[in-house]
């Protein structure tokens, strides 16, 4: 485990924390480290019972290793490097049913995670989350397609430098009891997103985020935005506190602590994208000049849903598992249908109007 830095008092943190937005607002140099992680208010402010959807900060700094399914490479488990809505809505409706059956004296049962996520799905719409150095959305390192390979964030890093600065694996097999030795064909690695950075010092983020990052590296955050109807589901903001994303969760991984979630300063999400507020099903963005896309988008029809027209980039069969035990018992045992989607990163041509489907996913509005 990496050396604990020494804690700063609130105060001094405040300040750091006012600085860093006034640098950013005037585009000048940092003058201090940035790795200050944001407060998380004691009271969250709570969603007006407002019709239209109203955009939220949001920033958890990760607490543990983060594996968001992908694919598997021999015996290599790679992870996505964001999270994807689909992933916050599962955690979401998973914390909020056991809440409410708990709160009731009992377990939570396959019609309650039914109901609730239902009821997620009507009044919530999440953006996809990325990493960052920063609790702060316009910092985000998402997938940017270029001539060479994918590059990250506004400072366009490098896929080399986000590799060694995010990525990191854990490598374990199981073991056969009765010949005390590892059961053959069981070693495996999983990718994981780091909770804290490799060092700084040598890469060209070197001296940005000060001594002690250069050192030991800085925390991981991840941001983006939840957009709200109606005030959310009952019990949502608590539940929102205590989420546990990805995989690998039985061995503690996943863990996030909330350290930000404020009303938009901007309606243009993560400084790309601008949010339309009409009072409609799904929440409306504009893309600006020929930016990447920050989900995946529909490459091709998908119930009734229309793709995306004039996108340039990578497709790839977006499916995962889901659990219907009025269909088949047991956790993840239905594969969903497969949507063909742009990945994100492609380029979306400038004006395109893009509603935000179901999980997150991207489609044509009407």
């Known amino acids: 485990m990496a050396p604990q830095r020494k804690k700063r008092s609130l105060s001094r943190k405040r300040k750091l924390q006012g600085r860093s937005k006034a640098v950013r607002a005037t585009g000048t140099a940092k003058a201090a480290p940035k790795n200050v992680p944001a407060i998380a208010p004691a009271s969250m402010p709570t969603p007006p019972s407002a019709p239209g959807w109203i955009a939220y900060e949001v920033a958890f700094q990760l607490l543990a290793p983060l594996h968001i399914g992908w694919r598997k490479v021999g015996n290599l488990m790679q992870t996505r490097p964001y999270v994807t809505a689909k992933n916050m809505w599962g955690a979401l409706t998973a914390r909020l049913a056991r809440d409410r059956a ?51 964030g506004r400072d366009r890093l490098s896929v080399g430098l986000f590799d060694y600065l995010l990525l990191d694996t854990y490598a374990s097999t199981a073991l056969d009891a009765q010949r005390y030795a590892a059961e053959e064909g069981s070693l495996h690695e999983v990718e994981m997103i780091r909770p804290r ?23 991981v955050y991840l941001v983006g935005y939840v957009l709200v109807r109606d005030g959310g589901p009952r019990g949502w903001l608590d539940a929102w506190k205590h989420l546990q994303i990805g995989g690998e ?10 350290t930000s979630y404020v009303p938009a300063t901007s309606k243009k999400l993560f400084g790309l994208l601008d949010l339309i507020e009409p009072i409609v099903d799904r929440p409306i963005l504009v893309a600006g000049a020929d930016g990447p896309a920050l989900a995946h988008a529909l490459a091709v029809q998908f119930d009734g849903a229309s793709p995306l027209a004039s996108v340039a980039g990578t497709v790839e069969p977006l499916v995962g598992r ?11 045992a239905l594969p ?30 009407v």
């Open 102 to 152: 708990e709160g009731q004296g009992r377990k939570a049962n396959p019609q309650d995670y039914r109901r609730v996520g239902e009821e997620v799905t009507e009044s919530l719409s999440f953006t996809y989350l990325f990493p960052a150095l920063a609790p702060d959305p316009l910092d985000a390192l998402y997938p940017v397609q270029a001539g060479d390979g994918p590059v990250y």
């Open 197 to 219: 950075t490799r060092p700084l010092d040598g890469t060209r983020l070197g001296g940005q985020y000060g001594a002690d990052a250069n050192a030991l590296g800085v925390p």
């Open 249 to 258: 969760r039985r061995y503690g991984w996943g863990r996030v602590r909330l």
């Open 322 to 332: 889901e659990t219907r035990m009025d269909e088949k018992p047991g956790f993840g």
């Open 336 to 365: 969903s249908q497969p949507r063909i989607c742009w990945t994100p990163g492609a380029t979306i041509p400038q004006g395109a109007r893009i509603a935000i489907g179901q999980y997150g996913i991207w489609e044509a509005a």
